[in-house]
């Protein structure tokens, strides 16, 4: 299949082209387009009619992927790094901070292990997993309605104990 997709790379590159996409960021494209299909096409056939690409199916993923694209643009300014001041780039890490923030998360996690074992265990599936809730949710026969709330609960009881222990943190400070 990736070789059949790989004989059209020229013209991936036009189709891109046509929604006004420049080169650099065409080839970009089309490299992730092949990742994705390999990962989630499953089933050939939905690429393939026989020997010949499916240049449909082709042509709707890499309009999608540039409008998604063009979307992230308009809601988050991109800098290139050659634009960012050296003391961003080279910046020593601050030790101290590393140390806070090693010490929020050991609090967060001890705060996960107070809470009931059906939340705990989700949530510890879902953030020492790289899979999805909906994954989760055809793994474990759980609903994924049940697992989401179920996480967003656990992230607002996170959220409310580092907003007290930041306020605890900034009365010591004062103190």
């Not at 991936?12 to 989630?40: P, T």
């Not at 199916?57 to 063009?70: D, G, K, P, S």
């Not at 601050?94 to 809470?115: A, P, R, T, Y």
């Amino acid at each position: 299949m990736l070789e059949a997709l790989a004989e059209k790379h020229k013209d991936w590159l036009k189709m891109l082209k046509s929604f006004g996409c420049e080169r650099n960021l065409a080839e970009d494209i089309v490299q992730e387009m092949y990742l994705r299909l390999h990962k989630y096409v499953e089933d050939p056939e939905r690429i393939m009619y026989g020997e010949e690409v499916n240049t449909y199916f082709v042509y709707i993923t890499l309009r999608n992927m540039y409008a998604t694209i063009q979307r992230m643009k308009r809601k988050v300014t991109f800098v290139s790094i050659e634009e960012l001041p050296d003391e961003l780039i080279y910046e020593e890490p601050n030790i101290e901070s590393l140390e806070e923030f090693d010490n929020l998360i050991d609090n967060i996690w001890g705060n996960v292990e107070d809470w009931h074992w059906y939340d705990k265990k989700l949530f510890e599936i879902y953030h020492n997993s790289p899979m999805s809730i909906r994954s989760i949710a055809e793994e474990t026969k759980i609903s994924a309605r049940s697992i989401f709330n179920t996480l967003k609960n656990g992230k607002e009881r996170i959220q409310l104990d580092c907003e007290e222990a930041y306020q605890s943190w900034k009365e010591a400070q004062k103190g």
